[in-house]
C-alpha cells in the first residue's frame, strides 16, 4: 500500500497540459504507475475519458480535479480525489471558478500588449484545447514559439507573475468553497504543492489551521516543483496536522515537465497515504 506507484496530479488538454487524456493514460501505464488520477485546472469535461482509458491500459483510477483558490491574498491550488462526477454542487462551483478566465485571458493580451507583445490573447486561445480554459500557461508557450522567452519558466519570471506587465489578478474560489464542493461531492481535499506559495509562516500555519477545520484530509508531499528538503517539511506538516500524505507529479508535457508521470520516489516512512482512504473510491482496471 506505501510503495504503490500512486501519480494522483497531472493535467491534459481540457486544462493546460499538451497530452489528451487518453495519452496521458496510456504514458501513465508505460511509466509504471497503478494508480492514477487526472487532475485537470477547475474542469472535470476530462473525467469519463481518463476514466475510460485507464480501464483499457488497466490503471487503476481516481477521479479527480485541481481547483484555483484564492486565500491571503494569493493563488493556491486545492486538489480533490475520489469526488462523484456528477455532484451539482461541485459542478456549479467549478463552472463559476472557470467563468472569468476568458476575460482575465483577454486583461492579460491588453496588458502584454502594453509593453509591445502584441496578438497573446490570439495566439493563447489557439494554443489552448480547451476555450473555457485559457490559462496562463497557454500565454507562456505562445510566447516560447514566438521567441519572446526561451521555456516558459523565463515567461513567467518575466512576464506572468505578481509584479510583472502581463499579470492580472483573478479572484478564484475560497478555502471554504473548495473544501465543500470537493468532501461534498464524496471526494478527500489535499493541499497542492504547499512549498510553492510565498506564504510568510502565520499565513501558512493559517493555511493548515483553516483547512483541518475545514475538513481538507490531504497535502501533497511528493510533487516534481517540492526538493528533498521541500518533501521532508511537508511530511512534517502532515504529521503535525493529521493529514493524509499525496504523491503526484504535476505533469503538464513531456517538454516541460521536470518530473514525468510516476517518476516521484515513495512516500516518506511513517505517513498515510491518501490512497489508503480512498479504496471505495478506485475504479478498479
Ligand atoms: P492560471 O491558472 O491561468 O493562473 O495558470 C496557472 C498555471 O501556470 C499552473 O497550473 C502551472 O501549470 C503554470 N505555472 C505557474 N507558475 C509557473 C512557472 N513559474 N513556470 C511554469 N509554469 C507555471
Ligand atoms: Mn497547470
Ligand atoms: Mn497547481
Ligand atoms: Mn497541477
Redesign the pocket.
Known amino acids: 500500500m506505501h510503495d504503490l506507484n500512486a501519480d494522483l496530479h497531472c493535467?491534459s488538454t481540457v486544462s493546460?497540459g499538451t497530452l489528451s487524456p487518453e495519452a496521458v493514460a496510456e504514458r501513465a501505464k508505460a511509466q509504471g504507475v497503478a494508480l492514477w488520477a487526472l487532475t485537470d485546472?477547475d474542469e472535470l469535461a476530462g473525467q469519463h475519458r481518463a476514466a475510460d482509458a485507464a480501464r483499457r491500459v488497466g490503471l487503476d483510477y481516481l477521479a479527480g480535479v485541481e481547483i484555483?483558490v484564492s486565500f491571503a491574498g494569493q493563488?493556491i491550488?486545492v486538489v480533490g480525489l475520489g469526488i462523484d462526477l456528477d455532484d451539482a454542487a461541485l459542478r456549479q462551483g467549478l463552472a463559476e471558478t472557470r467563468g472569468g478566465?476568458t476575460r482575465r485571458a483577454r486583461a492579460i493580451g491588453d496588458s502584454l500588449a502594453t509593453v509591445g507583445i502584441d496578438g497573446a490573447f490570439d495566439g493563447a486561445e489557439a494554443l489552448a484545447g480547451n476555450p473555457d480554459m485559457l490559462?496562463?500557461?497557454h500565454f507562456?508557450r505562445w510566447m516560447v514559439a514566438t521567441g519572446v522567452c526561451r521555456d516558459?519558466?523565463e515567461v513567467?519570471?518575466h512576464y506572468?507573475?505578481r509584479g510583472k506587465p502581463g499579470y492580472v489578478a483573478?479572484q478564484w474560489a475560497t478555502l471554504r468553497e473548495a473544501v465543500s464542493w470537493i468532501r461534498g461531492a464524496g471526494g478527500l481535499a489535499v493541499i497542492a504543492h504547499p512549498a510553492r506559495y510565498k506564504y510568510t509562516p502565520n499565513e501558512e500555519w493559517a493555511l493548515f489551521e483553516e483547512f483541518t477545520a475545514l475538513g481538507g484530509r490531504g497535502v501533497e508531499v511528493l510533487t516534481s516543483s517540492h526538493s528533498a528538503a521541500d518533501a521532508a517539511k511537508y511530511a512534517d506538516t502532515a504529521r503535525e496536522y493529521g493529514l493524509l500524505a499525496s504523491r503526484g507529479s504535476d505533469f503538464?508535457s513531456p517538454s516541460e515537465s521536470r518530473i514525468d508521470l510516476g517518476d516521484l520516489p515513495p512516500l516518506p516512512a511513517g505517513l498515510t497515504p491518501v490512497w489508503s482512504e480512498l479504496q471505495a473510491r478506485i475504479q478498479r482496471a
Open positions: 493535467h493546460d485546472h484555483s493563488t491550488h478566465r490559462t496562463r500557461t507562456a516558459t519558466n513567467f519570471r506572468l507573475i483573478q503538464h
